[in-house]
């Protein structure tokens, strides 16, 4: 079957729309992201809670439980923290900021509460209740924010290294712009939907950097080797040229994962379902990239270093 | 068959043949009905369990703790000579070390220098100099967390977990994994109990009306003295707050023993731990503490309140649970509390002499049966016990007599565990993500081979097929590293399906252009080949690093992710430069193709 043969697009007409582009949601990622992350119990620490009740709830019922929970001996006011549904109407995920003397058992604490003061529309066995529970500390989470921002830089270093060997240093700058684009820009229309960022959230991103790497150096690869016979003199044709051939391998690679993702996010379920977004988030972005960032920044890295 | 064919047939055979091998233990084990699997002996199962892939928790449900073990209370534990310079110091050291990723004791150091303590002072049985003390103090604290790791693996085997992981992590924490536990609760509290047991006598009532009277007075005093700084701020304030009218305003008889009530017992908590009353409460060596269960009580106005009955006891125990060599629940035959759960206990014969002298001296005192700082019972010794056996009394229900009978087997923590991290799933979230993820995973792969089917015809199935294998292998190889698949390790998957994917259409559109530019069939999949290698070297190994580094620096989740991206991007351009390209020349060798199916 034909597809996408002989194309003779030129993608470097648009390139300064591609940048211009880009910096805006770029941009507007980053004032999203400075107004602040979702980030999850994993990177601040707390407490969340899901629960599953036997009929459907309303939030504020839930939250109305929650005005006084028994805490050291004392009551707290949870009804403020952050309560949504999780799935389905019944199912309810709560999110607890971490409190000073913090009772070890603060999270079951909460669930025997709910299951006590609502105890009209909870399962009769207390195991069926519970659907997750996860606590941490802010300490640790400290620790796991430290790890995983280490990782991803030390990753995206080591990449550039490799690129740079492997082509020239001016390709890797190009490739490690376009992948920091993907992610920030996928992190700010995550940050849009208001999913939190969780570890697995990050092996997500992780999985996007992957993806928009491969993507690129597809495309780098296949300039690396039309500059060969075409030195870097008509560079932006070269580039063109490049793009324009390996067009039907970028189209029917990205479609497939995106069909993989699709299916993902609407079969999924609940768990997976930031995971799948991130990722279809990702994918399209991260191909618009290897062609608008890491090919288009070529190109004028090239053009500005000839001239 | 030229040679280089077989070889390669062979080669490749190989490679899957195992693979299969590997896969085979996994496949058996899922397909295995209920009765069959019941059936199996131990060490079968252990077979099946070590070979099959195994779920993370975040796929089969059960609960990961990180248990820290607490190293301010083992220092506090192991100080001696304690004095206000010393408990402020502690206190500090606490915030600033749960406020910091440094090392405990680095910090310890620091403090120490900053305040000018005094080690030797209160550390003099581990050293002179401070260096000297720093160092046995980390011995002493790498002792209790080999200690605490012991401990806890015993409790876990007794309490009969299948596949339990117990592992140190960094220098103060144990990570403990129980999959497909169902009562987190119980869990929880299992691992966590300090499980001291201690058998302290309790005060006489004289003594103990003369403590309520002295605490009082300071009580008092301490008031009257607020009262003469904070004159004007005192007239803004109700001056009959419950503190102010004393201790023993807290307090109400209930049948020969004293109580409090649960609303009260933070006041408690405040008034045991003013320097004045701890230092009365030293001076006459005794402590106070309180019940474990509480009684109900309507209270004058006719409310039914809870009610913690409270203990005055000498601070020195008699015993402690170190003694103890069995530890069994039972189900009481006789007297008041038949048919209740127990806890009967079997002292060592060092434990059974002590038990006899102790009862021998104090007939007709009582007895506190104290673990964890909360008294169960506290029994009149009638006459004196030989033979060192012991029951336990007030207990809550069956599953906390069985859980104390097992911590009291398996032995104390020599130091408190916080919980630092904790992640429960559910058993039916667990289900729900594995039978989504499968579900979706088929229907994801089934709309992949179609698609590329209709792009590349019979070489698209060739594809497919290649891709098949390439999830075939690479579960075969995590079986083989007994990995453990969870939920971003299945986003691995995926990606690792969308490389193998990619790595044939990079090669398939090679081929079509060379093609295109004229090349017979043979030629085109030879230069195809050829220049489509280099392009998914590269694009396979820069992620390749990316996996790598994050296996090294990544924790749990991402480390689950970075093995299977790393070994997919292994076994992709396995089966897509050697299997596929085998594939092809096998059929172009054969008979002299014209046209390809691409």
């Given at each position: 079957m034909k597809f996408m043969e002989n194309t003779k697009i030129n993608f470097m007409k648009l390139k300064s729309f591609g940048f211009g582009f880009s910096s805006v949601l770029a941009f507007g990622s980053i004032i999203l992201l400075l107004m602040g992350v979702n980030l999850g119990i994993d990177f601040k620490g707390g407490t969340a809670i899901g629960v599953s009740f036997s009929e459907n709830v309303s939030i504020q019922e839930v939250r109305g439980s929650l005005k006084s929970v028994s805490f050291n001996d004392s009551l707290i006011d949870l009804s403020g923290e952050e309560i949504k549904y999780f799935g389905n109407q019944s199912d309810v995920m709560i999110k607890i900021k971490s409190l000073d003397n913090e009772p070890e058992d603060f999270g079951q604490m909460v669930i025997n509460h709910l299951y006590d003061s609502m105890s009209a529309k909870v399962p009769e066995n207390k195991n069926d209740f519970i659907l997750s529970l996860g606590s941490v500390s802010p300490k640790v989470g400290s620790e796991l924010s430290g790890k995983a921002f280490w990782s991803v830089v030390s990753a995206l270093v080591l990449i550039l290294f490799y690129i740079s060997v492997r082509f020239e240093f001016r390709f890797a700058l190009g490739a490690i712009l376009a992948l920091v684009h993907d992610v920030i820009i996928t992190l700010g229309i995550f940050s849009l939907t208001g999913f939190e960022i969780t570890l697995s959230t990050v092996a997500a991103f992780l999985t996007i950097v992957g993806y928009s790497l491969n993507d690129t150096i597809v495309i780098l690869d296949r300039i690396r080797e039309n500059m060969k016979s075409s030195g870097t003199v008509m560079f932006e044709s070269t580039i063109n040229k490049s793009i324009n051939q390996s067009l039907s391998r970028t189209l029917i690679t990205s479609l497939t994962t995106l069909f993989v993702i699709i299916v993902l996010l609407v079969y999924g379920g609940e768990v997976i379902r930031p995971f799948s977004f991130t990722m279809l988030v990702g994918v399209i972005v991260g191909t618009y990239s290897s062609i608008y960032i890491a090919s288009a920044l070529l190109a004028t890295i090239y053009q500005s270093s000839n001239k | 068959m030229d040679s280089s064919i077989r070889n390669r047939l062979l080669t490749i055979l190989f490679v899957f043949g195992l693979g299969i091998y590997a896969l085979l233990p996994s496949i058996r084990y899922t397909l295995m009905d209920e009765d069959k699997k019941s059936n199996l002996s131990d060490d079968q199962i252990d077979y099946f369990e070590s070979r099959s892939i195994k779920q993370g928790l975040d796929l089969k449900g059960g609960i990961y703790i990180v248990l820290e073990v607490d190293l301010p209370q083992l220092i506090d534990n192991l100080a001696k000579n304690k004095d206000n310079n010393f408990n402020e110091f502690l206190i500090d050291l606490k915030s600033e070390y749960n406020n910091s990723s440094r090392d405990f004791f680095t910090v310890f150091e620091d403090l120490a220098v900053e305040n000018e303590l005094k080690l030797p002072r209160y550390f003099i049985n581990y050293g002179k100099t401070k260096d000297q003390i720093i160092s046995q103090l980390s011995l002493q604290s790498e002792d209790s967390i080999k200690r605490v790791i012991e401990i806890i693996q015993n409790r876990v085997d007794q309490f009969g977990v299948a596949e339990p992981t117990i592992q140190k992590q960094g220098n103060n924490r144990v990570i403990v994994e129980l999959a497909g536990i169902e009562d987190s609760e119980r869990a929880r509290d299992l691992l966590q109990s300090t499980a001291l047991l201690e058998l302290m006598i309790v005060k006489n009532v004289e003594s103990t009306n003369a403590i309520i009277r002295q605490i009082d007075s300071i009580m008092s005093v301490s008031n009257s003295k607020d009262v003469d700084q904070d004159d004007e701020i005192n007239e803004l304030f109700d001056s009959s707050s419950s503190s102010e009218l004393g201790f023993s305003s807290l307090l109400i008889s209930v049948g020969g023993n004293l109580a409090i009530a649960s609303k009260d017992l933070a006041a408690l908590k405040d008034i045991l731990f003013k320097e004045d009353v701890i230092q009365i409460l030293e001076a006459t060596n005794s402590t106070i503490l309180t019940s474990d269960s509480s009684i109900k009580l309507v209270n004058e106005i006719g409310q039914e309140e809870e009610f913690y009955t409270l203990f005055h006891l000498f601070?020195?125990?008699?015993?402690?649970?170190?003694?103890?060599?069995d530890a069994q629940m039972r189900l009481s035959q006789?007297?008041?509390?038949?048919?209740q759960a127990v806890v009967e206990v079997e002292m060592n014969s060092e434990g059974s002499r002590e038990w006899a002298r102790i009862t021998g001296a104090n007939i007709n005192n009582r007895i506190a049966i104290v673990l964890d700082k909360k008294v169960h019972m506290a029994p009149v010794i009638r006459s004196q016990i030989f033979g060192g056996g012991t029951v336990i009394e007030g207990m809550n229900s069956i599953e906390e007599a069985e859980d104390i009978a097992i911590v009291l087997r398996a032995g104390a923590l020599p130091v408190p565990v916080t919980i630092a991290e904790e992640r429960t799933i559910g058993a039916s979230l667990g289900a729900d993500s594995i039978s989504k993820g499968t579900q979706s995973m088929a229907i994801g792969l089934f709309l992949v081979v179609c698609f590329i089917v209709f792009f590349y015809k019979m070489s698209g199935l060739i594809a497919s097929f290649s891709v098949m294998w390439t999830l075939i292998l690479l579960l075969g190889v995590l079986a083989l590293l007994e990995a453990t698949l969870t939920l971003p390790g299945i986003a691995g998957l995926i990606l690792t399906v969308g490389m193998s994917v990619d790595a044939n259409v990079i090669i398939f559109e090679r081929i079509k252009e060379e093609l295109r530019n004229g090349k017979s069939v043979r030629s085109a999949i030879d230069s195809g080949y050829e220049r489509a290698i280099r392009t998914i070297v590269d694009a396979n190994l820069t992620t390749g690093i990316a996996a790598a580094v994050l296996y090294q620096y990544g924790s749990g989740p991402i480390k689950g992710f970075a093995t299977v991206l790393f070994w997919g991007i292994i076994v992709s351009m396995f089966t897509a430069i050697i299997v596929t390209r085998f594939v092809f020349d096998f059929v172009t060798t054969r008979k002299n193709i014209g046209r390809l199916s691409i």
């Open positions: - | 601070n020195n125990a008699e015993l402690t649970g170190g003694v103890i060599e006789a007297g008041v509390t038949a048919g």
